[in-house]
C-alpha cells in the first residue's frame, strides 16, 4: 500500500483514474469494484448511500457507465464502470453502512462484482502496480488534492 498525498493507494488493484475507481481481479475471473480513498475524501468523508442499480444486476454494463450512486451531503454522483463487464451482485453490507466504502474502501467497502467481457483487452485502459501510482499521484498533485 502507498500513501500518496495522503490516500491510501493499493498496488495490486487497477485504476480508472479519472473517474477514482478500481477493479480487482478475483479468483473466479470476477472483478471487484470500489471507490479510491481520494473518491471517499472528495464526497465528504460520510457518505449517506451507495445504491447498485438493482435494474442492472445481470445486464452487461459499457465501460464508463454507471454501475451505482454514491451519495453524500456534498456529492451526488455516479460510481462508473472500470471496464465492459456483467453486473453480479452488489455489497450488500454498504446498505447499511456505507460508509464502510469509507473506512476500508479496498477490502469489504467493495462496491459491486462483475464478470468482465474482454478483461484482458479493456485492463490496458487502466493502470495498475509502481506505474499506476505514479499516474495517480501526478493526477493528485495535477488537480492539488489531498486526502490528509
Not at 19 to 42: C, E, F, N, Q, Y
Not at 87 to 109: M, S
Not at 133 to 146: G, W
Request: charged fraction near 25%; aromatic fraction near 6%.
Amino acid at each position: 500500500m502507498s500513501n500518496v498525498r495522503g490516500c491510501d493507494l493499493p498496488d495490486d488493484v487497477f485504476y480508472l483514474i479519472e473517474k477514482h475507481v478500481w477493479a480487482k481481479p478475483m479468483d473466479d475471473g470476477s472483478i471487484r469494484v470500489g471507490i479510491t480513498s481520494v473518491a471517499a475524501k472528495l464526497s465528504g468523508g460520510k457518505l449517506a448511500a451507495i445504491t447498485v442499480k438493482a435494474k442492472n444486476i445481470g445486464q452487461e454494463v459499457i465501460q464508463g457507465k454507471s454501475i451505482a450512486t454514491v451519495e453524500s451531503s456534498k456529492f451526488v454522483g455516479p460510481v462508473p464502470a472500470p471496464v465492459t463487464a456483467v453486473l453480479v451482485k452488489a455489497n450488500e453490507k454498504l446498505a447499511d453502512d456505507p460508509n464502510i466504502a469509507v473506512a476500508d474502501p479496498y477490502g469489504e467497502g467493495w462496491i459491486a462484482e462483475m464478470k468482465p467481457s474482454n478483461w484482458d483487452g479493456e485492463k490496458g485502459s487502466l493502470v495498475t502496480g509502481a506505474d499506476g501510482i505514479a499516474k495517480y499521484q501526478a493526477k493528485l498533485e495535477a488537480d492539488n488534492i489531498s486526502c490528509s
